[in-house]
């Protein structure tokens, strides 16, 4: 039986490595292909003419039923069911051949594959990595984004369009709703009457009183800016109502170069308001006029700011920044006297208090226990770190330059009528003379041409008050009205003279002293 065996199995190389012994001691041997017709298999293609190399027996197959789920196995020319595994074998499945290891088969020399292998690997192509995933999912997701946002765009249009369309018809069916009956308005609070009898008003009191007296004024102003074009800004401050008729005190500062001027009263209304007139440079004073025709106006009472103490209580309301309208804070009069300088070397006698104020207050009264009016908020110090330091004019100088302003239109400022320049001490101390004001010219006119300065005179005091700078001479000047009467202290020619002068009255463009 070995030898019938043999002598069908066909003849091949003996192994020619290790690797091809250990074939051949298994029984596996390469799979030659068919002989061409007519020849024998000692003649055949791939047949070699050599002696027959002696093998084990081979084992009787063994037989499984068809519905088994063992691989067949294919090496070679041979096939049997076994249960081993050899690296790089087919295994057989009722699927079909598949490959069971991709490690590679091992291939003695002269071997060749059956040419159905052949046939169904060239026929299926090779598997290639799939690359790119996430990015072609990004693309697609942004595609998804951009199709439904044009999407919603036309839709939204499309709505938008019927919606307009069918307007008409929609507001013709809509049904009238019939508004509410007015609730009942109650009547007002009564207003306490400040009196100078002694009675002093509680802090509720004196807010109640004040907030129907206070208005908020807006400003715009029209300037230029470095390009040369016309910008608009708006600037915010207080008020008080001082009559009936509609006048209304505040600081020149607030409406300085005003176009148009705007006043809101406690009930938030709105009026266009009229610049009667006003003074920057001696007083910071100005006064407004608005139509009163039917409206309820509640003019402040005025107190007597001579008679304020340091350390008496004080109340001050406003509309500081512009936007936190009635505004109410408390504090005391912390000092009295004080000179503020206000610009171009001007300064102007103000008091001091602690109760809080800040932009937008300027203008704004401040109440004393009484409920009246003692003084007009006008500055704060600016210096980073300090609170609590505010400044007031007294009622009685803000009023005497509010009763000129509302009968000749301006403040009248006295006027010398000089052009005055300032002798320092170097300059003194060069020329031999002393330190004052150089009358550098006498207007044709004036007071000083009619009673006695002459140019190259130097004044060194008004009233015993000594003058040493221009500015101290316009501060001095504004203590006082025209028609007063000072003496004015010359040195000329090596000596000191004393004159009696009556103060002229300056027209509001004449910036001369």
Same mark, same amino acid.
């Given at each position: 039986?070995?030898?019938?065996?043999?002598?069908?199995?066909?003849?091949?190389?003996?192994?020619?490595?290790?690797?091809?012994?250990?074939?051949?001691?298994?029984?596996?041997?390469?799979?030659?292909?068919?002989?061409?017709?007519?020849?024998?298999?000692?003649?055949?293609?791939?047949?070699?003419?050599?002696?027959?190399?002696?093998?084990?027996?081979?084992?009787?197959?063994?037989?499984?039923?068809?519905?088994?789920?063992?691989?067949?196995?294919?090496?070679? =020319?041979?096939?049997?069911?076994?249960?081993?595994?050899?690296?790089?074998?087919r295994l057989r499945t009722p699927t079909g051949m598949q490959e069971q290891n991709p490690l590679p088969r091992y291939q003695a020399p002269g071997y060749s594959r059956p040419a159905a292998e052949r046939e169904t690997e060239a026929d299926s192509p090779p598997t290639e990595k799939r690359r790119g995933g996430f990015l072609r999912a990004l693309c697609l997701f942004l595609l998804c984004i951009l199709a439904g946002g044009v999407t919603a765009y036309f839709v939204s249009q499309w709505v938008i369009e019927d919606w307009e369309a069918n307007r008409p018809a929609i507001e013709a069916v809509r049904p009238v709703e019939t508004p509410p009956p007015p609730a009942e308005t109650?009547?007002?609070?009564?207003?306490?009457?400040?009196?100078?009898?002694?009675?002093?008003?509680?802090?509720?009191?004196?807010?109640?009183?004040?907030?129907?007296?206070?208005? =908020?004024?807006?400003?715009?102003?029209?300037?230029?800016?470095?390009?040369?074009?016309?910008?608009?800004?708006?600037?915010?401050?207080?008020?008080?109502?001082?009559?009936?008729?509609?006048?209304?005190?505040?600081?020149?500062?607030?409406?300085?170069?005003?176009?148009?001027?705007?006043?809101?009263?406690?009930?938030?209304?709105?009026?266009?308001?009229?610049?009667?007139?006003?003074?920057?440079?001696?007083?910071?004073?100005?006064?407004?006029?608005?139509?009163?025709?039917?409206?309820?106006?509640?003019?402040?009472?005025?107190?007597?700011?001579?008679?304020?103490?340091?350390?008496?209580?004080?109340?001050?309301?406003?509309?500081?920044?512009?936007?936190?309208?009635?505004?109410?804070?408390? =504090?005391?009069?912390?000092?009295?006297?004080?000179?503020?300088?206000?610009?171009?070397?001007?300064?102007?006698?103000?008091?001091?208090?602690?109760?809080?104020?800040?932009?937008?207050?300027?203008?704004?009264?401040?109440?004393?226990?009484?409920?009246?009016?003692?003084?007009?908020?006008?500055?704060?110090?600016?210096?980073?770190?300090?609170?609590?330091?505010?400044?007031?004019?007294?009622?009685?100088?803000?009023?005497?330059?509010?009763?000129?302003?509302?009968?000749?239109?301006?403040?009248?400022?006295?006027?010398?009528?000089?052009?005055?320049?300032?002798?320092?001490?170097?300059?003194?101390?060069?020329?031999?003379?002393?330190?004052?004001?150089?009358?550098?010219?006498?207007?044709?006119?004036?007071?000083?041409?009619?009673?006695?300065?002459?140019?190259?005179?130097?004044?060194?005091?008004?009233?015993?008050?000594?003058?040493?700078?221009?500015?101290?001479?316009?501060?001095?000047?504004?203590?006082?009205?025209?028609?007063?009467?000072?003496?004015?202290?010359?040195?000329?020619?090596?000596?000191?003279?004393?004159?009696?002068?009556?103060?002229?009255?300056?027209?509001?463009?004449?910036?001369?002293?």
């Amino acid at each position: 039986m070995q030898d019938e065996h043999n002598k069908n199995q066909p003849q091949t190389d003996p192994p020619s490595s290790e690797d091809e012994a250990a074939l051949w001691s298994r029984g596996y041997f390469p799979y030659d292909p068919p002989a061409e017709p007519g020849s024998s298999p000692s003649t055949g293609a791939g047949a070699f003419d050599r002696p027959p190399v002696a093998r084990p027996a081979e084992p009787k197959p063994q037989v499984i039923p068809p519905a088994a789920t063992t691989p067949e196995r294919s090496t070679g =020319g041979y096939t049997r069911y076994d249960r081993s595994y050899v690296p790089g074998d087919r295994l057989r499945t009722p699927t079909g051949m598949q490959e069971q290891n991709p490690l590679p088969r091992y291939q003695a020399p002269g071997y060749s594959r059956p040419a159905a292998e052949r046939e169904t690997e060239a026929d299926s192509p090779p598997t290639e990595k799939r690359r790119g995933g996430f990015l072609r999912a990004l693309c697609l997701f942004l595609l998804c984004i951009l199709a439904g946002g044009v999407t919603a765009y036309f839709v939204s249009q499309w709505v938008i369009e019927d919606w307009e369309a069918n307007r008409p018809a929609i507001e013709a069916v809509r049904p009238v709703e019939t508004p509410p009956p007015p609730a009942e308005t109650p009547a007002p609070t009564p207003v306490p009457t400040p009196v100078r009898s002694g009675s002093v008003l509680t802090a509720e009191e004196i807010y109640d009183l004040g907030r129907r007296q206070v208005v =908020g004024i807006t400003t715009e102003i029209t300037s230029t800016n470095i390009f040369g074009q016309a910008t608009t800004g708006r600037v915010s401050g207080s008020g008080f109502i001082i009559s009936g008729e509609g006048y209304i005190l505040t600081n020149h500062h607030v409406i300085e170069g005003a176009t148009r001027i705007l006043v809101m009263l406690d009930d938030y209304s709105m009026h266009e308001a009229a610049l009667i007139g006003g003074e920057g440079l001696t007083s910071d004073m100005a006064v407004l006029k608005i139509d009163a025709a039917g409206l309820d106006l509640s003019p402040a009472a005025l107190g007597n700011s001579s008679d304020m103490r340091v350390g008496s209580p004080i109340y001050a309301l406003g509309h500081p920044l512009g936007e936190l309208t009635h505004t109410f804070t408390s =504090g005391i009069v912390s000092a009295l006297n004080r000179e503020v300088a206000i610009g171009q070397g001007q300064t102007l006698n103000m008091f001091q208090l602690d109760a809080a104020v800040n932009s937008g207050n300027s203008g704004g009264p401040v109440y004393n226990e009484f409920g009246e009016v003692v003084g007009i908020v006008t500055a704060k110090s600016a210096l980073d770190g300090v609170e609590g330091i505010g400044f007031a004019i007294p009622i009685d100088d803000a009023m005497r330059y509010a009763d000129q302003i509302i009968e000749r239109g301006y403040v009248a400022r006295p006027h010398l009528g000089i052009f005055p320049v300032t002798v320092s001490e170097d300059y003194a101390y060069f020329f031999g003379t002393v330190v004052g004001v150089f009358v550098n010219t006498i207007y044709p006119g004036s007071a000083a041409e009619r009673d006695g300065i002459l140019v190259g005179d130097i004044i060194t005091a008004i009233d015993a008050r000594p003058i040493r700078t221009a500015e101290e001479l316009r501060s001095v000047l504004g203590h006082y009205t025209p028609g007063d009467t000072v003496i004015i202290t010359v040195f000329r020619e090596e000596a000191h003279i004393s004159l009696t002068v009556t103060l002229g009255d300056r027209p509001a463009e004449d910036d001369a002293e």
